[in-house]
């Protein structure tokens, strides 16, 4: 029952927001759905872990067998659960933030929420291209109404660039499942589907293309920092926080298990393509001035990573992949918040116009550094979890002889991240105050408790990331076992 | 055979109807409830109530398939009759005639659709097409009405003659007309038969408007009174398709091999042609009329595959094509201007009416939670479980992504751009009927098992 509420109360309250006309009471109204939906999810982790709590399946499309099939497995768990604290999040961080028509922007708002969590349910195939579509059509309204002023161009471009993804994708459901053997959209008769070896390396592409393009991966990456620039900020907060996890998850349950063999033949392109975007997107991040566009250009880093420790398919770089999707997404909302809160107070997202801000706003820069070291994996913060496991995945890979090389170049990338990463810091945040800073900038309470929350999850994680450990270790057991990996084993 | 006499029946009442009845409002109730009429004896022909039995001789056949057919469209034209009746009324002074007219063109799709001889094919397509002639050019002082009627007229005329000429050769390759009989006789594939199918394919390819036969669509979709295009692009289109369907499946079936790559390549060039000249006009009209080109290139896939799905899909899509292109059309019937920038923030005037257009081209863009993209996926479903010709599934998916851009374009003038407000009439009753489209396209959506499911019980 647990992932059909998880799907049904933000849609249901996400209709009822269009209805309500006063800005405060859609405020409250979303802020009460997306706490119910965080308090559905964390039962779901904690108490109602039964089986028969955790997936829900009915007969949809009777004819060409599929379901109305949704479950919650480990990565499920993680996945939901980030998608239902970041909207809580997001919605108190920006409660001071101002939008025309405010009912149809946290009506979309929670419509994508609903959307998000179906993809990260959905075990059917049709289902997942279902939602998968209809999480983005909230995003493009979105982002087209509520952006800046190059808003209509670049949010097209996203559209159509995703829409070409997942129309491929599409086809690849469909030739997959007419080589099933019962003819079933089900998850397992896909794990099941002996794919013709002549055909599987195409479809394994096609596939690819709809989960390169979601992360992204170099070279389908273009329409994401202009899309991250110009999105409202609590937009690009979900883009980058949870939609881009859409495509992760995509490619491990979706083709990992179902393609396993053109999975090991491609991994070397792949990871080479994912690591070269890597390092293109670092040094492109230590030239940026805008705020908004180096976070951008730091994420296409951290998500070319979980892709390239996917293709070496071992059970540490899977478990860390899964935690680092979850801490991915809470430390880029992190940064998000103070770039939102910088822009608002001044009115710019230049580095070069800011600097001096820790003298004013110290709270601020305390929060931010934390986060922002978290994002570049210090020990001791969650990112430095789920990144040491993906590179002992990495280094660890039984199926590819350029581990030691992939390991060598992603690593380089940590330091370059340190690299822009710190430098943001310095410039914006110490050096001398300027005229536009001299003000400075006290944090709300709202937003003291949105940050403060962000870096409780980085230590708590940071510290004891059994938690998350436990939970994904049997998913990840589960997908490599489809993947016949011990075919490879040394 | 129930819809047939009726529609035939009220077509002749509808064209007296003017000499008795005096006020606009009465033609106008007349001509809805007869239609509810026809609709509620096509269903009632379903569940097997005759009123009529009248022997043709195995001319023509009345199963499942073209009864759903037929009411898919009678129940789609009803709505176009809610929505559009009005401005039908508008065009110009011979209101009950249009109406008389319309009935005609239903009568002619009953024929189309149940047809077991070429001679009934052949006199049901006529009975399609001549009544369009004279509504494209209903609008007797728009010079550019006149134009799209003869040109529609010049070649409509041309490619009956081809067909006929398709007719005669086939005739006299196996010596009878009957769709039925040929079958056995068919499959050695002479060159007399097989010219006479090409020249059938050719003129069927024109009556869908499918590349490179289309060239008379936008010019008449254009000059023709909104009202009228709306009404050709989808309830007679979807008929010209049941035709073209049904001819390929029972007359030509065993011939799959030689006709499936000629049909593969007219359904390409068709999605190319539709789509790529679609996203450079400047006028909304005329963009739906190339459109609906492409539209029907992805319902060619339907003849291309000739399996279950196919069949399947070709409903959906019908529906689905058919409802979304009236409600537009319904809606644009309203303004003044038909250009892109006419429909700048209609949004902020008119949210409701917004909402069902933007329903309705995403529809038509076919994406998930509508019909439009069920209909789709049933059509590149059955393409694909073809096993052969991987190229054209994956180039009518790409092709779907161009058509994205100009559905889109409209969504973006309506929401994302600033405008003058422009006030237009529109009636409770026009919003309800557009509601209720919107919500069948969401639920066909959902569940398309609606209407599948009259195919088999």
């Given at each position: 029952m647990i992932p059909v509420l998880l799907i049904v109360i933000p849609l249901v309250y996400g209709l009822g927001a269009f209805l309500i006309k006063n800005e405060r009471a859609v405020r409250s109204w979303t802020l009460l759905s997306s706490l119910i939906t965080l308090a559905v999810s964390v039962l779901g982790l904690t108490i109602l872990k039964d089986d028969s709590f955790l997936q829900y399946r009915t007969s949809w499309i009777s004819s060409i067998n599929t379901s109305f099939s949704v479950k919650?497995?480990?990565?499920?768990?993680?996945?939901?659960?980030?998608?239902?604290?970041?909207?809580?999040?997001?919605?108190?961080?920006?409660?001071?933030?101002?939008?025309?028509?405010?009912?149809?922007?946290?009506?979309?708002?929670?419509?994508?929420?609903?959307?998000?969590?179906g993809v990260f349910l959905a075990m059917d195939a049709l289902l997942f291209y279902f939602f998968w579509e209809l999480a983005l059509i909230p995003a493009y309204f979105l982002c087209s109404q509520w952006g800046g002023e190059r808003r209509i161009a670049v949010t097209f471009k996203f559209f159509i660039y995703t829409f070409t993804g997942s129309i491929l994708m599409l086809v690849a459901i469909i030739y997959i499942y007419l080589q099933t053997p019962d003819h079933s959209f089900d998850i397992s008769a896909f794990y099941n589907a002996p794919v013709n070896t002549g055909r599987e390396s195409w479809l394994f592409w096609l596939m690819f293309v709809a989960f390169a393009i979601k992360m992204p991966i170099w070279p389908l990456h273009t329409w994401q920092p202009d899309t991250y620039e110009q999105s409202p900020t609590a937009v690009t907060m979900i883009l980058s926080g949870v939609m881009v996890k859409m495509g992760v998850l995509g490619m491990i349950r979706w083709l990992m298990p179902v393609l396993h063999l053109s999975f090991y033949q491609w991994g070397d392109t792949v990871s080479t393509l994912a690591i070269t975007g890597m390092i293109y997107a670092s040094l492109i991040a230590i030239q940026q001035d805008d705020l908004k566009r180096l976070v951008a250009y730091s994420s296409i880093a951290h998500i070319g990573l979980m892709c390239a420790t996917l293709f070496a398919e071992t059970q540490s770089g899977m478990q860390g992949v899964m935690i680092q999707m979850f801490n991915h997404g809470i430390n880029i909302i992190g940064l998000w918040i103070v770039i939102e809160l910088i822009e608002r107070q001044f009115g710019t997202r230049k580095i070069s116009q800011l600097g001096g801000l820790a003298q004013r706003s110290p709270a601020m820069a305390i929060l931010l550094v934390i986060v922002a070291l978290a994002n570049i994996g210090l020990p001791l913060t969650n990112g430095f979890i789920g990144e040491f496991l993906m590179f002992n995945g990495i280094f660890a890979s039984s199926v590819t002889k350029y581990y030691i090389v992939f390991t060598a170049l992603a690593g380089l990338t940590v330091i370059l991240a340190a690299v822009y990463t710190l430098n943001m810091i310095r410039k914006v945040f110490y050096g001398d105050t300027n005229a536009l800073t001299a003000a400075g900038y006290s944090l709300r309470f709202n937003e003291k408790m949105a940050l403060a929350i962000i870096v409780v999850f980085v230590f708590v994680l940071g510290l004891y990331p059994k938690l998350f450990l436990e939970i994904t270790r049997e998913t990840s057991e589960f997908i490599l076992n489809k993947t016949e990996i011990s075919l490879f084993k040394k | 055979m129930n819809a047939l006499l009726l529609t035939a029946v009220l077509g002749v009442v509808m064209m007296f109807s003017s000499l008795l009845l005096k006020s606009k409002t009465a033609v106008r109730i007349l001509a809805v409830s007869g239609l509810v009429l026809v609709l509620v004896v096509n269903v009632l022909e379903m569940s097997g109530v005759i009123f009529f039995r009248i022997d043709t001789k195995g001319m023509m056949g009345f199963d499942r398939f073209a009864l759903l057919f037929n009411t898919i469209l009678f129940a789609c034209t009803l709505a176009y009759f809610l929505l559009s009746a009005r401005d039908i009324e508008k065009v110009g002074p011979n209101?009950?005639?249009?109406?008389?007219?319309?009935?005609?063109?239903?009568?002619?799709?009953?024929?189309?659709?149940?047809?077991?001889?070429?001679?009934?094919?052949?006199?049901?397509?006529?009975?399609?097409s001549i009544p369009l002639y004279i509504l494209t050019g209903s609008d007797k002082k728009n010079l550019k009405s006149n134009e799209a009627s003869l040109k529609y007229f010049l070649l409509g005329a041309f490619s009956t003659g081809l067909?006929?000429?398709?007719?005669?050769?086939?005739?006299?390759?196996?010596?009878?007309?009957?769709?039925?009989?040929?079958?056995?006789?068919?499959?050695?594939?002479?060159?007399?038969?097989?010219?006479?199918?090409?020249?059938?394919?050719?003129?069927?390819?024109?009556?869908?408007?499918?590349?490179?036969?289309?060239?008379?669509?936008p010019d008449v979709y254009d000059g023709a009174p909104t009202v009228f295009t709306s009404f050709m692009a989808t309830i007679v289109k979807a008929a010209a398709f049941i035709a073209f369907v049904k001819l390929f499946n029972e007359l030509f079936g065993s011939l799959q091999q030689q006709w499936q790559l000629l049909i593969a390549i007219i359904t390409a060039i068709t999605l190319f042609i539709g789509n790529i000249t679609a996203v450079f006009q400047q006028s909304v009209k005329r963009m739906l009329a190339y459109s609906s080109i492409s539209q029907a290139g992805f319902m060619m896939m339907a003849i291309y595959a000739m399996n279950t799905d196919a069949k399947e899909g070709l409903l959906l899509y019908s529906a689905a094509y058919c409802l979304?292109?009236?409600?537009?059309?319904?809606?644009?019937?309203?303004?003044?201007?038909?250009?892109?920038?006419?429909?700048?923030?209609?949004?902020?005037?008119?949210?409701?009416?917004?909402?069902?257009?933007?329903?309705?081209?995403?529809?038509?863009?076919?994406?998930?939670?509508?019909?439009?993209?069920?209909?789709?996926?049933?059509?590149?479903?059955?393409?694909?479980?073809?096993?052969?010709?991987?190229?054209?599934?994956?180039?009518?998916?790409?092709?779907a992504v161009v058509s994205v851009y100009y559905y889109f374009r409209v969504i973006q003038a309506m929401y994302f751009r600033d405008g003058e407000t422009q006030t237009i009439e529109i009636t409770p009753a026009f919003k309800l009927t557009l509601v209720a489209l919107a919500a069948v396209i969401i639920l066909l959506g959902i569940f398309p098992n609606l209407i599948l499911y009259w195919l088999y019980f």
């Open positions: 919650l497995d480990g990565m499920g768990q993680i996945l939901c659960f980030l998608t239902a604290v970041s909207f809580p999040l997001v919605f108190i961080s920006t409660w001071n933030s101002q939008y025309r028509k405010p009912n149809n922007f946290f009506a979309l708002m929670l419509l994508m929420q609903a959307g998000l969590m | 209101y009950s005639e249009y109406f008389a007219l319309i009935y005609f063109v239903l009568c002619g799709v009953t024929l189309v659709s149940s047809f077991r001889s070429l001679l009934v094919l052949f006199l049901g397509i006529e009975i399609l067909m006929l000429m398709g007719i005669a050769l086939i005739y006299g390759a196996t010596g009878t007309f009957s769709t039925g009989a040929l079958v056995s006789t068919a499959t050695s594939g002479s060159a007399l038969f097989i010219a006479g199918m090409l020249l059938l394919m050719f003129s069927m390819s024109f009556k869908v408007s499918a590349a490179p036969f289309h060239f008379w669509t979304a292109t009236i409600a537009i059309f319904a809606v644009l019937a309203k303004l003044k201007d038909y250009s892109f920038d006419g429909l700048n923030a209609f949004a902020r005037d008119q949210p409701l009416l917004a909402a069902v257009v933007t329903i309705c081209l995403l529809s038509l863009a076919g994406i998930p939670l509508t019909a439009g993209f069920l209909s789709k996926f049933y059509m590149l479903k059955a393409a694909a479980a073809t096993g052969k010709y991987t190229w054209l599934v994956i180039f009518a998916v790409l092709m």
